[in-house]
Structures are given as structure tokens and as C-alpha cells.
């Protein structure tokens, strides 16, 4: 069933894929004529794909840097409400006048609380369109096959996400890498993705998967990824990051440490995710299922693309410049 939030938000995403109709011909024209694989075009398009409300928060920097920098559009498709997050929701409870960690409670106020939250999230990160599957968010799991089975209905949410990926012509997806320590909502939410492009015909869009870190850390990251013959998949050999503590503006005292922030700030539900303020500072990615050489290509471009424009977020112009 769908939310009144889902309901609001269809007619916007209507009228925003009918306006992309007439670039989106012309791009399908210009690769049908190339015999290469044509280059990212100026406006990059990504779908972020993943589990949870506040998963977005792997790329805050990344997604912000591409909507205000470079000219790119993102969207999120969010597979569940987040209900299971009511064990985290002390400190909102006086926020939002509601006895959240009580389970009854919090099971039945914390989609709608969370929908509100990654809204506000997606505003500060320029996201256009949000896409929610209501999925149940049942409780904390490793096992992918417990949420593929028992938690989702898997098909719906694999038709969804081949749906959105069909009509959006994106050119990247975004989704948590799925290591053998993280969620398995969190690999179920990479794997559908995977499989979902799988199916697709035509252009398919380049799958980036984030682990965030700590320049702090001495530990290097792990991306040999969770292993399972049911759910095959590989991780491409190149790595890509994007620095938050690249510094700008005024007396150079800024970075995107502050967008971060403010995204963690904005889902006050999940109170232990304030304590990571500051405690990551890389976002890093790698290819999942390369299928081409200009898969890499592709986003070696884009984080180029971020690279040379992230010291320098390009200002609003008041209303009444030329
Ligand atoms: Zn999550």
C-alpha cells in the first residue's frame, strides 16, 4: 500500500521524467549512432538504491558535490520504512512527543517520522525525487536470505526497482557496499540492484557501492564483499574516493563535513548516529558487476568531474544577476 507521501511524490516524478523525455531521446539517439560508448554527459543521473532512511549518509558529500558542482540530478529509492530503528529513538522521543522506543509505538510512528527526516535529509543534499517502498524493516540481521524471504516481498521490490531503473536513464546507482559484517538488508538492497540492472535492456547504469571511513583509521578498508553462491557478484578492481575535508569559502574554514553533518542531524529517530559527527571522512566506492571498460570510464569521469570542483561549490547568484 502506498504512503500519502509516495502518492504526493508520483505526480512530481512524472512531470520531472516528462521533462528529461526530449535529452533522454536524444542521448538514446546519440548512443545508438556512437560506436563507442558514449562519455558521461555534463548532467550525470543517479539512483541511490538502499535499505534503509539514513543510508544515504555513506555519500553525503558525493551526492551533494554532484547536485551543486557538477549539474547532476539523484534520486533514492528507499526499500523500507526503518521501524526496526525504534531502539534508537530515546532522545526523540521528547522531540516528537511520542513513546518511541516503545515497540508498538515506535513500529507504527517511525515510518512516517522517517520518511520526514530522509525528506529533509534529501533537501539539504539536492536529492530531486524519493521513492518509497514500505517495505518492513523487521530487525537486525547479517543474513540476506532472512530479509529476501522473510522481510521483503522480494519480487515486488525487484519489479520496483527495474521499473524505476527503466524510466530514470541513469547513469550511476548508488548502494552500500555489501560487506560480510554490514546489514543484510544492506546486501539485499545491493544484490536487488545488481539483479535488477541485470534484467534491464540497453544502457545500464554503473553500480558504485560506498563503505564510508576514517583518514584516522590504520585499518585499509576490506572489499573482498560478502560471499554466496546463491548471490553472485564481483567487485571491479578500482577504487574511488571523495574527501569531505576539502576546504572552501570564506577564510577557507569550510567543508563538506558540515553537509554530513547536517544529514545526520536531520534523523534525530536514530540518536547513535549523531555520535559518528566527524568521525568519517572518506567516502569511498568500487564498481560492483563491471561490465565494460567504459563502465570505469564512466565513473572515472564523474569523480574527476568532483575532484576538480570540490574546492570550489559554485555560489547561488542572488535573483536579480544577469
Ligand atoms: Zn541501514
Known amino acids: 500500500m502506498r504512503t500519502l507521501c509516495e502518492r504526493i511524490r508520483r505526480p512530481i ?85 511520542e513513546p518511541l522506543t516503545n515497540e508498538a509505538v515506535g513500529r507504527a510512528m517511525l515510518p512516517d517520522i522517517r520518511k520526514r527526516e530522509v525528506l529533509e535529509a534529501g533537501s539539504i543534499l539536492g536529492i530531486t525525487t524519493h521513492f518509497f517502498l514500505d517495505e518492513r524493516d523487521v530487525r537486525y540481521t547479517l543474513d540476506i536470505d532472512e530479509v ?5 516481498n522480494a519480487a515486488l521490490v525487484l519489479d520496483e526497482v527495474k521499473h524505476r531503473l527503466e524510466v530514470g ?4 546507482v548508488f548502494t552500500l557496499f555489501p560487506s ?35 583518514s584516522r583509521s590504520a585499518t585499509p578498508l576490506d ?4 560471499q554466496s553462491a546463491q548471490h553472485p557478484y564481483t567487485v571491479a578492481p578500482q577504487r574511488y574516493s571523495v574527501d569531505r575535508n576539502v576546504k572552501f569559502g570564506f577564510n577557507n574554514v569550510m567543508d563538506y563535513q558540515i553537509i554530513a553533518n547536517w544529514v ?23 564498481i560492483l558487476d563491471l561490465a565494460a571498460p567504459s563502465d570505469a570510464t564512466k565513473a572515472d569521469q564523474l569523480f574527476h568531474a568532483l575532484s576538480d570542483t570540490a574546492a570550489h561549490p559554485v555560489p547561488l547568484r542572488p535573483a536579480s544577476s544577469p
Open 223 to 226: 572489499w573482498t564483499g560478502f
Open 13 to 97: 516524478a512524472i512531470l520531472f521524467f516528462a521533462l528529461l523525455l526530449v535529452p533522454a531521446l536524444a542521448r538514446a539517439q546519440a548512443s545508438q549512432s556512437a560506436a563507442a560508448p558514449p562519455p558521461l554527459g555534463p548532467h550525470p543521473r543517479v539512483l541511490i538504491v538502499v535499505a534503509h532512511p539514513d543510508d544515504e549518509s555513506c555519500f553525503s558529500a558525493t551526492v551533494y558535490e554532484i547536485t551543486h558542482n557538477i549539474g547532476g540530478s539523484v534520486d533514492q529509492l528507499i526499500i523500507t520504512n526503518g521501524e526496526g530503528g525504534y531502539r534508537y529513538s530515546l532522545l526523540a522521543e521528547g522531540y516528537y512527543h
Open 264 to 286: 545526520i542531524a536531520a534523523q534525530k529517530s536514530q540518536g547513535a548516529f549523531q555520535m559518528g559527527v566527524n568521525d568519517i571522512d572518506k567516502e569511498q566506492f568500487a
Open 180 to 214: 560480510a559484517d554490514t546489514h543484510g538488508a544492506h546486501k539485499a538492497a545491493a544484490i536487488t540492484a545488481l539483479n535488477a540492472i541485470a534484467e534491464m535492456q540497453g544502457d545500464k547504469p554503473v553500480v558504485l557501492a560506498c563503505q564510508d571511513a576514517s
Open 148 to 152: 529476501l524471504t522473510q522481510h521483503w
Open 169 to 172: 536513464n541513469y547513469d550511476f
